[in-house]
C-alpha cells in the first residue's frame, strides 16, 4: 500500500484532509497533520520535523500527530458509548474510536439495532466503530459486526480471545491485555495464539471499564505484539490523562468511565470535552 510523507515544510494552513479508505467501509476525511505508530517509531523522529505519513492501509485511525521524538499525541478511543448522542459528541470533539459493549452482561451494552446506528453516526463524523466482547464465541463475534456494520473487534475476556484465530483473518483486532494492580502483564501475548500480528494490543486493569488505575510505573509493555501499536486503558480520566501520555507515550488512549456523567453510564460532554483538550495538550 502506498505511503506518502511530507515534511513541515511541505504544509501550509489551513490544513487540507484526505480520503484514507476503511477496509470494507466508507472513507473517512482525516487531516494530514499525522505520523503513523508514533510510539513504536519515537527514536526515529528527527527532532523539530513534523512529519506527515499517511498509510491508506486497512485504517485511518492509523493516523497520529508527531511533532518530534518526544512529542506524540495519541489517538483517542472513548468507549462504552450507548448512544448515537454519545457517539456524535465524542467523534466531533475528536475521539478517533467510538467503543460499543455488545456483551449483554454489561451495564453500558446496547443492543445491535443500536450499535448499527452508532456505527453509522461515528462514521459519518469522523471516528471508526469499534465492537467490545468478552465471553462470545467466533460465531457470535461475527454475527453482532455484520449486524452491525462492524470492522473491529475488541476482543476483552478469555472467550473472545479464544476466537482469534478465526477473526483475525478479516477483521482489524484490538487485543486485551489485562495488568494487576502493580502492573504486570497477566494475558498471554498474542503471539503465543496466533502467527499474524493483531492490529493493535490494548493493556487494561483487570475487569475493565471500572476506572481502575494501575501502577504505570511498573508497567512493561510487550514489545512487536501488534502491527500498529498500542491502546492504555484503567483509570484514565480528564485529571490524570496528561501524566499517563508523559510515562508511558501510549499510541492510543482509551477511555471510558473516566468520560461519564454522574449514572455511571451517559457520557458527560464537558469531560468529553476536557479529555481531548488534556491529551492535545501534550503537543
Known amino acids: ?6 515534511t513541515a515544510a511541505a504544509i501550509t494552513p489551513p490544513l487540507p484532509t484526505v480520503k484514507l479508505g476503511i477496509r470494507g467501509n466508507a472513507c473517512l476525511m482525516t487531516p494530514i497533520l499525522y505520523n503513523k505508530g508514533c510510539g513504536s517509531q519515537r ?6 520535523t513534523r512529519t506527515v505519513c499517511l498509510n491508506a492501509d486497512r485504517d485511518s485511525s492509523k493516523a497520529r500527530v508527531c511533532v518530534d521524538s518526544n512529542a506524540c499525541v495519541p489517538l483517542v478511543k472513548m ?3 450507548t448512544s448515537v448522542h454519545d457517539a456524535v459528541v465524542a467523534a466531533e470533539a475528536g475521539a478517533n474510536f467510538i467503543g460499543m459493549i455488545l456483551w ?3 451495564k453500558r451494552s446496547v443492543p445491535l439495532d443500536v450499535a448499527k446506528e452508532i456505527s453509522r453516526a461515528a462514521r459519518e463524523y469522523g471516528a471508526e466503530p469499534v465492537g467490545v466482547f468478552v465471553d462470545e464465541d467466533a460465531d457470535e463475534i461475527e454475527r453482532a459486526c455484520d449486524a452491525t456494520n462492524i470492522a473491529f473487534v475488541q476482543l476483552h475476556g478469555n472467550g473472545a480471545r479464544n476466537a482469534l484465530s478465526r477473526l483475525i483473518q478479516h477483521r482489524n483486532i484490538i487485543y486485551v491485555l489485562h495488568v494487576d494492580k502493580g502492573g504486570k502483564v497477566l494475558t498471554k501475548n498474542p503471539n503465543e495464539e496466533s502467527s499474524v500480528l493483531v492490529d493493535w494490543i490494548l493493556i487494561d486493569s483487570l475487569g475493565g471499564g471500572n476506572g481502575q488505575k494501575f501502577d504505570w510505573e511498573n508497567l512493561q509493555v510487550p514489545v512487536n505484539s501488534s ?15 496528561s501524566e499517563a501520555i508523559s510515562i508511558l507515550r501510549p499510541d492510543v488512549v482509551d477511555v471510558s468511565s473516566g468520560i461519564c456523567a454522574s449514572d455511571g453510564i451517559q457520557k458527560d460532554p464537558s469531560r468529553i470535552t476536557s479529555f481531548i483538550h488534556a491529551v492535545r495538550q501534550k503537543r
Open 43 to 48: 527514536l526515529n523522529a528527527a527532532k523539530n
Open 227 to 241: 502491527k500498529n501499536g498500542w491502546l492504555l486503558a484503567g483509570g484514565i480520566n480528564p485529571q490524570n490523562v
Open 79 to 81: 468507549c462504552g458509548i
Open 104 to 106: 449483554p452482561k454489561s
Open 1 to 6: 500500500m502506498h505511503v506518502m510523507a511530507w
